[in-house]
């Protein structure tokens, strides 16, 4: 649009200048915030760090000031510029908390600045930033993130190491008044005494510089203060499942559990859950870095999911966490869309078998036909069951042997993976198991050489959970346990299993096709080549032995740059990427047992999958 004010001919000035004036929107004031922070930290720091020039008139105004109040003034801008610098990832993601602190850091590093290096620029930038933040404060409203205490141990050892590297450079940045030339040592040791507030063995004319004593001194108290702060603030545990929300979910599923394959998985107990306003659905999830990742569809009636997913959505913007969803159908995805303006993308497919349909007969069936027989006649044997027909000690057996034959030492499992086995409250679940007498010594786990673990979908229906088995046992376990799973199914009342999820089946069946045009077939190979870490395509070859039906299913996401950031914490909760602290000392026998299906390495010529 353009005006002409008093004959401007250009029309476009005023436009401009308003638009100036007006500054900026105010969804995008936390992203500027949040840089224009980090950008105002470095500066505080290099203000505090680095020797003030001497020279130009602003100088006398030091010449005036107490002795030890320009020392002081260094050292407060580099505190408060390392401050800024933790502060910046909060302020993007509209945390309030980031806010109130950096309302009281800026003018503090303004102040810092100007009376050390008497820096103009510097004091306008965080004046005007401070503006900006108190202009829009009701931008930041986030809530706390779930938290937990080893954060505080995290923050030792990060800080602790950028305080020794950022007091190496302000040793060095000071060579004015040292005497000699210390080695590196001197240096280092002089930063690690010089954080707890003593004397090192570099050596200063006029015996100490106290820039260089009080930065060090600052950067020891801030490490201090923050790991305290991180260790005794009060907890923000993540969401857990409570036992009257599973008691809730549990009636939903028995009356709406047959629409969703991955329904019952919705009740893995380290999921939150928010219900509509009238009660009739569900969306659990998991927050992870940052992230709600919901699972599959809304659990309840159809009609009621876009009262869940508006209370999910609300959960996600108090908070400032990023929404997603992790393979809905293609109702679900439908829905989410609709309702939240959000987008999906086909992630892959699951492989469905409609037990009516399947036989081990014809020449499609050869492969799996075959190697079943073969391992019968090799002596294994197999038993499928409903938990509830279990004893308790064959349950704990299982259970055993399930957690001890997990391929990694981190338990995998979110989406797809109920992360028990055995519980009294998944009666319904069916267990298939092989059995080998052994010719010698009996194994740990007498003649169990491997366990498949189905939980309900809706009456008629069961999708696998885990796969385990013995490493010392013929390859094809796997085949064995699916194949009599699926002819046990009419003795169950089972008339549909869902078996694993093929991620990108679509684009690895196409690829391989004739006539594929030369980006699928680059995406084909990319495929393949992730499958070296991943076993992409080994899981869809297996799925594909047992001439399933596939349904696809898709990942919702709101922006398009945030796909990284979704996948990356999609990893996490699937167990693929473990970025919390280890513990030490403990035994894998004393660990509980929390069962889930995982890739893991094969054996030879056998494909070892997970039911996600």
């Not at 401070?130 to 809530?143: C, K, P, T, V």
């Not at 801030?222 to 907890?235: D, G, Q």
């Amino acid at each position: 649009m353009s005006v002409t004010i008093d004959g401007d001919k250009s029309g476009l000035v005023p436009d401009r200048v308003r638009r100036i004036l007006r500054g900026p929107r105010a969804e995008s004031v936390p992203a500027l915030v949040g840089t224009a922070c980090t950008f105002i930290g470095l500066v505080d720091i290099a203000a505090g760090v680095f020797p003030r020039f001497r020279h130009s008139r602003m100088h006398a105004l030091a010449e005036v000031l107490p002795g030890a109040l320009g020392p002081f003034a260094a050292a407060l801008s580099l505190s408060a510029g390392v401050l800024l610098l933790l502060l910046a990832h909060g302020l993007k993601r509209h945390k309030r908390r980031a806010w109130r602190a950096a309302v009281v850091l800026l003018p503090a590093g303004a102040v810092a600045q100007f009376v050390y290096r008497h820096s103009v620029i510097g004091v306008l930038l965080s004046l005007v930033l401070l503006a900006l933040l108190l202009r829009h404060r009701n931008e930041f409203a986030a809530l706390p993130d779930p938290r937990s205490r080893w954060k505080a141990l995290a923050n030792f050892v990060l800080m602790g190491a950028g305080s020794i590297g950022l007091g190496l450079v302000v040793v060095s940045a000071h060579p004015g008044k040292v005497i000699g030339s210390p080695s590196l040592t001197d240096r280092l040791e002089h930063v690690l005494f010089g954080l707890f507030g003593l004397e090192g063995p570099v050596g200063y004319e006029g015996g100490v510089d106290w820039t260089v004593g009080y930065s060090l001194g600052a950067l020891g108290l801030i490490t201090a203060v923050t790991t305290i702060y991180l260790a005794f603030r009060p907890e923000h545990p993540a969401a857990t499942l409570t036992t009257e929300d599973e008691s809730r979910l549990r009636e939903l599923l028995e009356r709406h559990g047959g629409r969703d394959s991955l329904g019952h998985f919705a009740l893995r107990r380290d999921k939150g859950v928010v219900f509509s306003p009238s009660g009739k659905a569900a969306v659990t999830y998991r927050v992870v870095s940052g992230v709600m990742l919901a699972s599959g569809d809304p659990i309840g009636d159809v009609e009621a999911w876009p009262g869940a997913i508006e209370r999910f959505m609300d959960e996600a913007k108090a908070h400032s966490w990023t929404p997603a969803v992790m393979g809905c159908s293609e109702t679900g995805g439908q829905v989410w869309t609709r309702e939240t303006g959000l987008d999906a993308l086909e992630l892959g497919d699951e492989a469905v078998v409609d037990v009516p349909d399947f036989s081990l007969t014809g020449r499609a069936m050869r492969n799996v036909r075959q190697m079943v027989k073969r391992i019968e006649r090799n002596g294994y044997e197999t038993r499928v069951r409903r938990v509830r027909d279990l004893s308790d000690g064959e349950l704990e057996r299982i259970r055993r042997a399930a957690d001890d034959w997990r391929g990694t030492d981190t338990e995998r499992g979110f989406s797809m993976a109920l992360g028990r086995i055995g519980d009294p409250s998944d009666g319904d679940s069916v267990i298939a198991t092989a059995h080998k007498a052994d010719d010698g010594e009996p194994g740990p786990y007498g003649d169990l050489k491997a366990v498949l673990h189905f939980v309900p979908w809706g009456t008629d229906g069961m999708s696998l959970d885990l796969m385990r088995r013995d490493r010392s046992a013929d390859p094809g376990m796997n085949e064995l346990l699916i194949v009599a799973a699926l002819q046990a199914s009419p003795k169950l009342g089972i008339a549909r299993v869902s078996l694993n999820f093929a991620m990108f089946r679509s684009a690895l069946a196409r690829g391989e096709q004739l006539g594929a045009g030369p980006v699928l077939r680059v995406w084909r190979g990319l495929l393949v080549f992730l499958s070296r870490w991943f076993q992409i395509e080994s899981l869809y070859k297996f799925n594909a032995k047992f001439r399933p039906r596939w349904e696809p299913r898709f990942v919702v996401f709101r922006k398009t740059r945030d796909l990284p950031r979704i996948g990356f914490a999609a990893m996490q909760a699937e167990g693929f990427v473990t970025l919390a602290v280890p513990r030490p000392f403990r035994r894998r026998a004393a660990r509980a047992p929390r069962p889930c299906a995982h890739i893991r390495p094969a054996a030879a010529g056998e494909h070892e999958v997970r039911a996600a």
